[in-house]
């Protein structure tokens, strides 16, 4: 078939939704889907990666947002990580991947409710990947798998790390086979006042490069939900997280209110 034709083709789903990465931020992501099933709004796929690739994962196995929400509320990231030197991170994530394997019904890709993309980044090639098929909870574990912090995921003999390397907000990943495309973005570039320590430098340094590689994808949104007070956590406030998914919400919640009240 020639790429004029696929033009004219009908779009596979008629709505999407992307959710970025962000680390404990990313809870926000299920109080934004909570605000959007008030209205009705419910994903056809889910796009996702990082944090955004866990809810997702959730959500199209079935969890609501508040079921997520109460899943982070116990928690914490030294819980789910033990320090490992020097295999090629500072952290092992192997209890974080029990944790998936424990909580996700779904095994696979094929088992979800909701068809879900999962981006994470090819290490050995430099290459940004998308995950549809198949084993679920590996490319899961490699799109979280953050460089230094995290050793790299192997899946088929390749090694894989954080998807938002090189694409922390997964819209083109979906946006040509829906109608429409909703981006939440967890993480707005906010150059606020940190403190010297491993994470804070860590954290700081990858939002400086996230701001540069979703630049593009946020112009391909239909609608563009960026909650601005996230700015005020850090990715590892993993005690912040119900006050992070209700901000998720509340922030949506007014969003979608002023603008049906516009449309009126």
Known sequence: ???????????????GIAL?????????????????E???????????????????????DGYSPDEIATLFEDISFRKMTKLRIPEGGLFRIDAFEDFLFRTLRAKSFEELKIPLRVVATNLDKGQ???????????PVVASCSVPVLFAPKKINGTHYVDGGVLKNFPVSTISTVCDKVIGINASPMVADEYKLSLMNVASRTYHFMFKANILHDKE??????????????????????RE???LGYQSTRQMLQSRLKVID
Do not use: W
């Open 1 to 15: 078939m020639s790429d004029i034709m696929q033009v004219f083709e009908p779009r596979q789903y008629k709505i």
């Open 20 to 36: 970025s990465g962000g680390g404990i931020k990313g809870l926000c992501h299920a109080g934004v889907l909570k605000a959007l």
């Open 38 to 60: 008030e209205q009705g709004i419910k994903p056809d796929i889910i796009s996702g990666v990082s944090a955004g690739a866990v809810v997702g994962a959730l959500y199209a």
């Open 128 to 138: 940004s990947v998308v995950f549809s098929q198949g084993h679920l909870i590996d």
């Open 220 to 241: 391909l949104c239909n609608l563009l939900i960026e909650p601005v007070d996230m700015g005020n956590y850090d990715t590892f406030d993993v005690d912040k997280g």
């Open 244 to 246: 992070i998914f209700e």
